[in-house]
């Protein structure tokens, strides 16, 4: 096999990167041997439709005693791979010197995974370490429901000079057992899409899910977002891969889960949905018209009950009275095909606003 010009390389992956096809991250939670890593590519490869080889070589585990990487010397693998099947290579780095070695064996893109995010310190140490260095940067969202974080790693790895960052939503760590193994909080990752236009953002349903049997689901739900990728992690034995072995899938089955996908974007060119979309977005707007005078008009009346309470002297919340609000709504609700879930957030946020008007009144 010919040797890759890394030039070249490097414009496949931005063209990838700037393009509107979503971007195809795959391969090993880490990387355990060379055989390991290079069998994984090549069957990746074959299947044609990953764009970009993923392991990790420097593993930064929850707790200690399990598989923590097989650290630098695995990074020759990763170049070996990348020679025989002209895949692009990406790495987690954690620390200035892991960027090092990264560069060193020609790494084409690198991520910054959820463990470093929540850590000023290290993204800043990983950012200096980056100054001068032109390689896309992906980042993944802190292990906490925290934005802001997040966005500090963005602009701490920004005025590092990177160009090209793009964001991986890997989902949140939440306490107790769920579904899943990181709570997806899909609003959060579409809020920080609306805070940073123009930059991709990478699903990663592995971490979500933590398990195979959803992945199909979340990377279907990720791409009805408008995400702009997936990093799925694959292995050629997943039961027996030495970290994460319970999300992992063959070569194979990815190819066959990404053949399943219903892949969608975000705009059509057909002028005749352009101005159904827009008629029915007409019809939302009317109705998220009335549905704020007719919060208005509700605030008005709480107001007005403020004033009663004050002059009698009694609590502003009366919990039998928010009982009876709630079990209304359910009943409702269930009728209407609203989920109690909703009904729940919806009616706290209302009531909340009540009570804040109340208080003004009643605190006058
Ligand atoms: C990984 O991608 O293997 C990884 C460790 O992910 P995260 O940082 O999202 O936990
Ligand atoms: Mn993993």
């Not at 200096?128 to 390689?135: I, P, W």
């Not at 970290?243 to 892949?263: C, F, H, V």
Request: proline share 4%.
């Amino acid at each position: 096999m010919q040797a890759i010009d890394t030039n070249s390389m490097k414009e496949l992956v931005l063209s990838k990167w700037n393009s509107k096809r979503p971007l195809i991250i795959s391969g090993p939670c880490s990387a355990e041997t060379e055989e390991q890593v290079i069998e994984t590519a090549q069957r990746l490869a074959k299947t044609g439709k990953v764009d970009l080889l993923r392991a990790g070589i420097w593993k930064p585990r929850t707790r200690p005693g399990s598989f923590e990487g097989i650290g630098t010397k695995g990074l020759p693998w990763m170049q070996q791979a990348r020679k025989i099947t002209g895949l692009p290579v990406t790495v987690e780095v954690a620390t200035g010197k892991q960027v090092e070695d990264a560069l060193h064996f020609g790494v084409d893109v690198l991520w910054i995974g959820a463990r470093t995010t929540v850590n000023p310190f290290s993204v800043q140490d990983v950012a200096d370490a980056l100054r001068g260095v032109d390689v896309p940067v992906l980042i993944k969202n802190p292990i906490n429901p925290d934005l802001e974080l997040w966005i500090g790693a963005v602009e701490r790895v920004a005025k590092a000079g990177i160009k090209n960052i793009g964001l991986i939503h890997r989902g949140f760590s939440a306490y107790g057992n769920t579904e899943y193994r990181n709570a997806p909080m899909w609003h959060l990752a579409i809020e920080m899409k609306r805070r940073n236009p123009g930059m991709i953002m990478i699903n990663d349903p592995s971490h979500i899910c933590g398990r195979r049997d959803i992945l199909q689901d979340v990377a279907q739900k990720a791409i009805d977002l408008d995400m702009d990728g997936l990093i799925i992690e694959s292995h050629i034995d997943p039961d027996n891969a030495w970290s994460d072995a319970k999300q992992q899938i063959t070569p194979e089955r990815l190819a066959e889960m990404l053949g399943d996908i219903t892949w969608r974007k975000e705009d059509s060119g057909s002028e005749e949905f352009h101005v159904a979309l827009e008629k029915l977005r007409q019809q939302i707007n009317h109705l998220d018209d009335e549905l704020m005078q007719i919060l208005g008009q509700r605030m008005k009346i709480a107001e007005k009950i403020g004033e009663y309470k004050k002059n009698n002297d009694i609590t502003i919340l009366q919990t039998n009275r928010w009982n009876e609000i709630l079990e209304r709504a359910f009943k409702q609700g269930d009728k209407l095909g609203l989920s109690k879930e909703f009904i729940t957030k919806y009616f706290d946020a209302v009531h909340m606003e009540s009570i804040n008007h109340q208080n003004k009144i009643m605190n006058a």
